[in-house]
């Protein structure tokens, strides 16, 4: 007789005896491959919201150390600091509405325009007035620096474009041939002598300092609300409507691309700071990113309202995005030396008496070396379960009717499965008296249009047919819920006719389709 073998051989009997616990139907769930993408995004924490004085019309990032930005608000221009994601100055110097702020390369300057048609420049430190160009008969909605810094153009609702001189507050040139509200100006990253300009005449106008006419016009489609130009100057990209349009300007205009992921106007164009992705925002409150190889999109993202402006900084840390209902939505990366800071923390030994004291050790994996004393805890069954182990059949499939019950669908369907197997449906589904039929009727209900469910639950209802077929009359609470079932079951079955009916007649469409594809490949 050896001790150990014994033990076994007990060990092994008692696995034949213990109950197996129901295993729940699953659904198997779609492979999802971690992309490089969703890793970019994984980094940027929770975002910051901060309530506005006004609808944030415009977002813009310096381009120098520290990368701050500047966001635009009603009469309000304020500078946050990219470290602290806090306000660090704010300009009020406008009567009445301020307009699409921005910096100079170097950081130093501000400017924006004004509801009274005025281009204002800032000293971005003291936040003094430096100049103010005055020109412009309307309501002036852009303004950029050129490429050297020393001008600035702007584009206004009394349809000019006007080219200004800094340092006298004089207008170099003024273009005249948009027939709309012009609402984005952007200075060439190329030329100092070339302006792009889009307004809601559809129009997307190119001009040369040294033509008085555009020198290129292309038509979007729709009142342009915003233009971009990618670095290298030669390809631009226009929004308005619900679509993007990408043209190649050294080609004389041609469309490179045209592509709609948004379901309503698309208000706000951005790049990231190495100029591979391509930002999209829009009144439907989604933000898109694209790729600016193929300009699929790569990731997306909703906010809880209207998207008016957006900026990502040049070291990819901060994505800023201003909204119609006032929000100022933050996102960032976790600051370096934040980082650092929290990784120390986090190999610093608790200290006796705390929780972390208490529970050090929990995670704590053994070597190879160590002996393990194995501990199983005894795992509580469910009530269903409980009931199926001392095959009570019916109080196992009324368990499954508690409200309180998670993923009930799931384990009402589980049961029903198993007493089929067991030869215990009519056991369970039999001597219910009124107040125990009209919830199990219930589920059924709402079970039997689910296509993974359908097979048994018409089973289950043809059963309960055949024992409860005279009572239906009996009772009017009865009555209705067979008829609630009957009905829902002939809308399913409506529905069905109907998807069939449209599944032939897309084979049909796209059956032709192919064969004039084909033809004319022939031809």
Known sequence: FHPRGAMADAEREDDLYTFKELPLKRSPKPYKRDSTEEKF??????????????????????????????????????????????????????REAAYSCCFRHDGSLLAAGSEEGIVKVFDANSRAILRQCRGHSKPVKAVRFSLDGLKLVSGSDDT?????????????????????????????????????????????????????????RLNHGAPVETVLVFPSGGTCVSAGGNFVKVWDVLSGGKLLAAFSNHQKTVTALGFDGSGQRLF??????????????????????????????LAMSPRDSHLVVGMANRLLSIKHTPHKVQSQAL????????????????????????????FVVDFEKKK????????????????????????????????????????ARRDGLSVALSGRNEEE????????????????????????????LDIYGGMLSASSSTRKAFEALKYRIDQEVLFQKEAFRLLGSLDTILTAATATQRHSAAA
């Open 380 to 419: 509580r069954l469910q009530l269903y379960d409980q009931f199926l182990q001392k095959f009570q059949y019916k109080k196992a499939l009324d368990a499954c009717f508690q409200p309180h019950l998670y993923n009930r669908g799931a384990k009402v369907y589980s049961v029903l499965q198993e007493l």
């Open 41 to 94: 995004w994984r980094k940027f924490q929770f975002p910051i919201v901060v309530k506005e004085y006004a609808a944030v019309s415009s977002v813009h990032f310096a381009a120098s150390p520290p990368y701050d930005f500047v966001v635009t608000s009603g009469s309000r221009v304020q500078v946050y600091s990219s470290v602290t994601n806090q306000v660090k100055k704010t300009v009020s110097r406008f």
């Open 160 to 216: 000019t474009v006007r080219y200004w001189d800094m340092s006298t507050e004089t207008c170099i040139s003024i273009f005249e041939g948009h027939e709309d509200y012009i609402r984005s100006v952007v200075a060439s990253p190329a030329s100092t002598d070339l302006v792009f300009s889009g307004s809601y005449d559809h129009a997307l106008m190119l001009w040369d300092l040294r033509s008085p006419s555009p020198v290129l």
């Open 280 to 309: 999209s925002g829009g009144l439907d409150k989604q933000l898109k990113v694209y790729s600016v190889e193929d300009y699929r999109v790569m990731h997306s993202m909703s906010y809880p309202a209207p998207i008016l402006s």
């Open 437 to 464: 039929l009209l919830p199990l009727v219930s589920v059924i209900t709402r079970l039997v249009i689910i296509p993974k469910f359908t097979p048994l639950m018409l089973d289950v209802c043809n059963l309960i």
């Open 343 to 370: 990784a120390l923390s986090a190999r610093m030994q608790p200290r006796g008496g705390t929780y972390r004291y208490f529970v050090r050790g929990k995670s704590y994996q053994p070597t190879s070396e160590e």
